[in-house]
């Protein structure tokens, strides 16, 4: 239902919402300044905003020393790869969850939700050492794995929720018309879940983008994404206020994009589908 | 070919026992309909025939075939549910299809199953629409054709009609009734609506709390109610009951007369029980009387339209002797 709202009370929530994006939007747009700015410049007290000479050097400083086009392509395959393959398992077992469930599968949720609680260090030693048996140390595809693992809570949560507002008659009539289980899940349940799907898909790209703790630890020179690259340059660079924020920008720019084309499906994602 | 056979079949939701103890022979061809109270069973036993609940024992036979553990899909049933269930993101076209695509039928002969389908059930120029873009009718009729096209050994109907209005309601009972007489495929039929049961079909099953309390044509449960629930359940308005001293007289523990079953007079006759009339309600053809009839209650009967009654007239009721129904202290037909 509509409900009327004055004037006055719709002038003061934009004002207030321009405000708080501002103030939110604001490191960014330093950064992004900074990274046009010379070195001298970026720590010139008292600082100036706007790049007094624009220069597109630390740009490609920072890809002669560190290469961001591997630290970009290992980001975009560690993304879309723990997000697909996440999904792939995820949507079966919500599947399950939301349409045959059993007295448990509640607690079994909570139980998956609640090692998302748990702080990373605390399995730090043993994934470490079965990643350096299992020589998954510093490659794509073991960063991929535990990417996968660590949002799978995540996707299946979201997953159910969707799945929940289907209504179980529709499924139920596919199997009638002789659908087998695999049938059901692709001709019927995905394509009703789309927008969900969709959803669950953007957010953990974007969690597994910005994941910085298992990618800093478990990869050094071949397999790091662009939370290593950051890191490599925080560090030793840290003076270099100019080229940091080149690269953090080069860093965050694709994942800014793709939030900017999807921010529909985003906030559906992000309030677990509460907003329609 | 469809005959259902059912031995022993019992359901319990955890603890909750729904469906005690069910056996019942539906021949090939029949017309089913399965009647009874809210909450007796009535969807539960249907969707385990389906197989889209588990039996917790007991046998479901398909032509003489044991699938009690068979899944819904090797089942050959189809079904028609009350929410029609469409699926909304498939034209009406891919909807009446997805049941020959299940079956992996070639193109040509889909499309032209589709087309005779869509044809019969005046759906052709629908078939481009979403379901969201039909009417409950329309709706109503792609659920029937995609359950049709399969050419299934059996359909079952969950309350079909139950979210049309009236008139719609009375056209597409007529339309189901044809189908089956077009088809000649067995029908089982959920309804909770008598006339729905009386007029479709071949043989009612009338539930209970999961018991059947009785199962035979739509006459035989008029005429020989095999107890008070049968005799209350089928027939409208109600049948009247009378206990004690009344119902002794014709050696039974309770008495039962059909509104239908009276002679209203203004004045005393032999053996008439006096009554004073409460409400009128009055139909046009039929008129219901509700009238208070001394320490028996209220009684329900019917007459022509043609003398009108009002409230406080004083009224005679003569039960016609020959239809009155007796009943034993359990209930039990005598
Ligand atoms: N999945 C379930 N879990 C637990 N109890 C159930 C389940 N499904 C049905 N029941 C119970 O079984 C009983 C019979 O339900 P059912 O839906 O078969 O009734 P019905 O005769 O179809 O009623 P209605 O006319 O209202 O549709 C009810 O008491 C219901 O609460
Ligand atoms: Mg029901």
Request: a neutral charge; aromatic letters at 10%; hydrophobic letters at 45%.
């Amino acid at each position: 239902m509509a409900r009327k709202v004055s004037t006055q009370t719709r002038i003061g929530f934009t004002i207030g919402a321009w405000v708080v994006a501002l103030l939110l939007f604001s490191p960014i747009l330093w950064t992004a300044l900074t990274a046009f700015k010379t070195e001298a410049e970026a720590i010139a007290s008292p600082p100036t905003f706007w790049p007094q000479t624009f220069t597109l050097e630390n740009f490609s400083a920072v890809q002669e020393r560190s290469d961001y086009v591997k630290h970009a392509i290992n980001s975009i395959i560690v993304a879309l790869g723990s997000t697909l393959l996440g999904l792939a398992i995820g949507i079966p077992a919500a599947w399950a969850m939301a349409f045959a469930p059993t007295k448990r599968t509640k607690d079994v949720l909570m139980w998956m939700l609640s090692t998302k609680m748990m702080p990373a260090v605390g399995v730090l030693i043993p994934i470490y050492l079965i990643f350096r048996d299992l020589r998954l140390l510093d490659t794509v595809h073991g960063l991929t794995i535990i990417m996968t693992l660590i949002n799978l809570p995540i996707i299946i949560w979201m997953l159910y929720t969707y799945f929940k507002e289907i209504p179980v008659d529709i499924l139920e009539a596919a199997r009638m018309d002789g659908a087998e289980l695999w049938n059901e899940i692709v001709h019927v349940l995905v394509p009703m879940a789309i927008p969900g799907i969709a959803s669950t898909l953007l957010l953990n790209v974007i969690l597994a983008w910005n994941e910085a703790f298992w990618s800093i630890t478990l990869t050094s020179g071949r397999a790091g994404t662009l939370t290593a690259f950051i890191s490599s340059f925080s560090s030793p660079q840290g003076l270099f206020l100019a080229k940091l924020s080149a690269a953090s920008l080069l860093a965050i720019a694709p994942i800014l994009l793709m939030g900017w084309f999807s921010q529909k499906q985003l906030v559906r994602g992000l309030t677990f589908g509460a907003v329609k | 070919m469809g005959s259902i056979s059912l031995e022993h079949v019992n359901k319990s939701f955890g603890d909750v026992q729904v469906i005690p103890d069910i056996s019942l022979d539906i021949k090939d061809g029949e017309f089913v309909v399965f009647v009874g109270p809210s909450g007796c069973g009535k969807s539960t036993l249907l969707r385990l025939i389906a197989g889209l609940e588990d039996t917790s024992s007991g046998t479901i036979l398909l032509d003489g075939v044991d699938m009690t553990d068979a899944p819904p899909a090797r089942r050959g049933l189809a079904m028609v549910f009350q929410s029609y269930a469409l699926y909304p993101h498939m034209s009406v076209r891919d909807n009446i299809a997805f049941p020959l695509k299940m079956a992996k039928l070639p193109k040509e002969v889909i499309d032209q199953k589709v087309d005779y389908a869509a044809r019969t059930l005046n759906l052709s120029s629908y078939l481009d629409r979403r379901p969201r873009a039909l009417s409950g009718g329309q709706r109503q009729r792609v659920a029937i054709g995609r359950a049709i096209v399969r050419e299934p050994k059996a359909f079952l109907f969950d309350e079909p009609l139950s979210n049309l209005d009236a008139a719609l309601r009375v056209n597409m009972r007529l339309e189901i009734t044809e189908l089956h007489q077009q088809l000649k495929t067995t029908m089982i039929y959920v309804t909770h609506d008598q006339v729905e049961a009386m007029t479709m079909a071949d043989r009612i099953v009338v539930l209970n709390a999961g018991n059947v309390e009785q199962f035979g044509s739509p006459l035989d449960l008029y005429k020989k109610p095999a107890n008070r629930f049968v005799a209350g359940f089928i027939g409208s308005p109600r049948m009247n009951f009378v206990d004690g001293a009344e119902a002794a007289k014709y050696d039974a523990h309770s008495i039962g007369v059909r509104p239908e079953h009276f002679v209203l007079t203004r004045i005393p006759a032999p053996g008439s029980w006096e009554g004073v009339v409460s409400v009128a309600e009055q139909l046009g053809s039929d008129t219901f009387l509700h009238v208070q009839v001394g320490e028996f209650g209220l009684m329900t009967i019917r007459t022509d339209g043609e003398e009108t009654f009002s409230h406080g007239d004083d009224v005679y009721l003569t039960p016609d002797a020959t239809r009155i129904y007796r009943f034993d202290a359990d209930g039990k037909a005598l």
